[in-house]
């Protein structure tokens, strides 16, 4: 009998690749269940870096996918296979039936891997080189079997718990079985989402994998706790210093529409808030295109923009007399900060001299490097900055949106007189045409916000890169005359995936795709387009 999950999963891609590929494998049973759990990328629209200063970003879940199939195992073993690894092994030629693409991951490693403060070390450090990828997915597994239910709740700042609450009856349930045995599990990954393309492909197949896990020990996680936990394997196990907003978004997302995250503790402990979905106003689209150029957030400019940005952090809390981060950097009034404060703050600063008259930061999981001399003022300019642009550019998107319906006026519904268009017909156009231009306004005042976002990105995290300049560059050229809006920059920076405001429209398309090619041209670098939006993480229980 056919699950009733199992055809509206199927349909979304890359469920139905993910199953063929778990079966040729060899590595699962037969006429027996599995679950699989289907997580987006996300196309970081605004907001972006600025996520661990605990700025408002808004992101979009896109259509590419990570698909998770899992298995339960009763000999304790967490078996992990990669679609994309086997692929990369076969061009390689060092693909050997199954052995290239598995990692295996004995009980006695989960075992030795304790519940304790070295331990996500621990098991990382087994997982280097050809297989650092099984981190995502055996990290995740990692988390559920021994550390669910130790850790209540976080302390109230991004980051501070690894440990969301889980359902205490299922850990109940579980807590013995648990204890005398590690139960195992088989993990084959399949994703669309690339690698380095700085759309969260981390995200989507951590959010995948955890879902998933969960499913099978019969947790239950909600949305936010299923992120948290998730960020955590990142920052933790995987070792990248990432915030919270791609976990959030792969978990919660909704098809069609910007996910408007503020990412700070709310009054529950949870290190982000949902503030609600933005729709996008009709007639435009965000999309993104890859620059060919590979991103990854746990490289040294990332974490010494983030470090920068917790050492300004501390020292404008010594000197305000009243704290106004309120825990979160991204909560400085902008005006306030350029007028009072931002001057005061050191240009650069070397690590050694702030940890001798500040002692570290506030930050749970990057360190101060005594070495590096850090750009403090300008990693403190851009999450303060980079808020008032966002709370901009969601109140401009609102009010655009608002006037979709007004703009919708058929000639069937203009007034008639003696049975022609009466006069009214020239005020009612005249009005449609004039609430068109506002709303046109609105539009090309959000896109400048980005291209703002965009130049801070370089002048102020020092996370730009040549390649994306240009890209955002071809797309100012055309402007909004030729239904271009905006661009920018995503996520950690350095590299990646650009997102562009434009006209959604079969022309626009048309010129995108020239600009594609004619940057490949310019540029010898392959791009990939990111059209369209998908919905937030699925579950299905498939006959295998």
């Known amino acids: 009998m056919r699950r009733p999950s199992?055809?509206?999963?199927?349909?979304?891609?890359?469920?139905?690749?993910?199953?063929?590929?778990?079966?040729?494998?060899?590595?699962?049973?037969?006429?027996?269940?599995?679950?699989?759990?289907?997580?987006?990328?996300?196309?970081?629209?605004?907001?972006?870096?600025?996520?661990?200063?605990?700025?408002?970003?808004?992101?979009?879940?896109?259509?590419?996918?990570?698909?998770?199939?899992?298995?339960?195992?009763?000999?304790?073993?967490?078996?992990?296979?990669?679609?994309?690894?086997?692929?990369?092994?076969?061009?390689?030629?060092?693909?050997?039936?199954?052995?290239?693409?598995?990692?295996?991951?004995?009980?006695?490693?989960?075992?030795?891997?304790?519940?304790?403060?070295a331990a996500p070390r621990k098991l990382a450090k087994g997982l280097v080189g050809d297989r650092r990828w099984a981190r995502y997915v055996a990290g995740t597994w990692w988390w559920l079997i021994r550390g669910m239910g130790q850790g209540a709740r976080g302390k109230g700042k991004m980051g501070a718990d690894p440990r969301p609450r889980v359902a205490a009856a299922a850990i109940e349930n579980r807590k013995s079985k648990i204890e005398n045995a590690l139960p195992g599990v088989t993990l084959y990954v399949d994703s669309d989402v690339p690698l380095g393309g700085g759309v969260s492909s981390s995200a989507a197949v951590e959010v995948a994998a955890m879902a998933a896990g969960a499913r099978l020990l019969g947790l239950k996680l909600g949305p936010m706790d299923l992120a948290v936990a998730c960020q955590w394997v990142e920052n933790h196990v995987v070792g990248a210093p990432c915030g919270v907003m791609d976990q959030v978004t792969s978990a919660l997302g909704q098809e069609g529409a910007l996910l408007e995250i503020l990412c700070q503790a709310g009054p529950d402990g949870r290190p982000a808030q949902v503030m609600g979905n933005v729709q996008v106003p009709k007639g435009f689209a965000f999309v993104g295109v890859h620059s060919g150029v590979a991103h990854e957030v746990s490289g040294d400019p990332y974490t010494d923009a983030r470090v920068a940005a917790f050492m300004g952090q501390k020292i404008l809390a010594q000197l305000q007399k009243r704290d106004l981060t309120h825990g979160c950097l991204a909560n400085v009034p902008a005006e306030e900060y350029r007028r009072r404060w931002r001057q005061k703050l050191p240009e650069s600063m070397l690590g050694r001299a702030f940890l001798k008259n500040f002692r570290g930061t506030n930050d749970p999981v990057t360190k101060v490097n005594p070495r590096t001399v850090y750009r403090v003022r300008q990693g403190t300019d851009h999450p303060v900055f980079e808020m008032e642009r966002v709370r901009e550019f969601v109140r401009l998107l609102k009010q655009a949106g608002e006037m979709d319906g007004s703009l919708q006026i058929s000639d069937r519904r203009l007034p008639m007189v003696e049975g022609r268009t009466g006069c009214g017909v020239v005020e009612a156009i005249e009005n449609r045409k004039t609430r068109s231009g506002v709303r046109d306004a609105?539009?090309?005042?959000?896109?400048?916000?980005?291209?703002?976002?965009?130049?801070?990105?370089?002048?102020?995290?020092?996370?730009?890169?040549?390649?994306?300049?240009?890209?955002?560059?071809?797309?100012?050229?055309?402007?909004?005359?030729?239904?271009?809006?905006?661009?920018?920059?995503?996520?950690?920076?350095?590299?990646?995936?650009?997102?562009?405001?434009?006209?959604?429209?079969p022309v626009c398309r048309r010129r995108l795709r020239t600009l594609r090619q004619r940057y490949e041209r310019e540029t010898g670098r392959e791009t990939m387009g990111f059209a369209g939006s998908g919905p937030g993480v699925k579950l299905g229980i498939f006959d295998f």
């Not at 259509?63 to 009763?74: G, L, T």
């Not at 990669?82 to 990692?103: L, W």
């Not at 955002?472 to 050229?477: G, K, L, N």
């Open 442 to 505: 609105f539009m090309r005042r959000a896109g400048e916000l980005m291209y703002a976002s965009h130049a801070s990105y370089s002048d102020c995290a020092h996370l730009g890169h040549p390649l994306t300049d240009k890209l955002v560059a071809m797309v100012r050229d055309l402007g909004p005359g030729k239904g271009f809006y905006g661009a920018k920059i995503t996520g950690g920076g350095s590299g990646g995936t650009v997102a562009i405001l434009m006209q959604d429209s």
């Open 6 to 117: 199992e055809t509206a999963m199927k349909k979304l891609a890359p469920v139905a690749r993910a199953l063929a590929g778990a079966r040729r494998c060899g590595a699962f049973e037969t006429r027996r269940p599995v679950v699989v759990a289907r997580a987006p990328g996300r196309l970081d629209v605004m907001g972006g870096v600025a996520d661990y200063s605990g700025s408002l970003v808004c992101e979009m879940p896109l259509a590419v996918a990570a698909v998770v199939v899992a298995q339960a195992r009763m000999d304790g073993r967490v078996v992990c296979v990669s679609a994309q690894e086997e692929g990369r092994n076969r061009k390689s030629g060092r693909n050997r039936g199954n052995q290239g693409n598995a990692v295996v991951l004995g009980a006695k490693v989960l075992a030795a891997a304790a519940p304790r403060k």
